[in-house]
């Protein structure tokens, strides 16, 4: 068993909006992401979306108003709220979710988690 180096796992790859999985328990991945630009507006019907971010600013769209989230600053949306991330420049994400959630809320347009 070893330490996970958030920042080193985010070094492995440049996509944006392509969650990375680096760990897992109790059924939940833990993943981190780049995020650069917007997201598609999208709902998880059976669970809650939790962002941390790690670097730099993001904005969570929702028809009920906006959350603006910084460095060490965490949300949660939650299940069934229609939402959509934002973020003008790049950033770096820790996000938690149950096993095999799709990140479009769709399994047909979703993208596939790689384990890194």
Do not use: Q
Not at 48 to 55: A, G, I, P, Q
């Amino acid at each position: 068993m070893k330490a996970i180096n958030l920042s080193e796992k985010l070094s492995l790859f440049s996509e944006h909006w392509s969650p990375r999985i680096v760990g897992s328990y109790n059924g939940n991945d833990l993943l981190v992401v780049k995020v650069k630009g917007e997201f598609v507006w999208h709902s998880h019907e059976e669970t809650d979306d939790f962002f941390l971010v790690l670097k730099g600013r993001i904005t969570i769209r929702m028809r009920e108003g906006d959350v603006e989230l910084g460095p060490g600053e965490l949300f949660v949306v939650p299940k069934g709220v229609e939402h959509c991330p934002v973020a003008e420049e790049e950033a770096h994400l820790l996000l938690i979710e149950p096993a095999g959630t799709p990140n479009t809320g769709d399994p047909r347009t979703a993208v596939t988690k790689k384990r890194i």
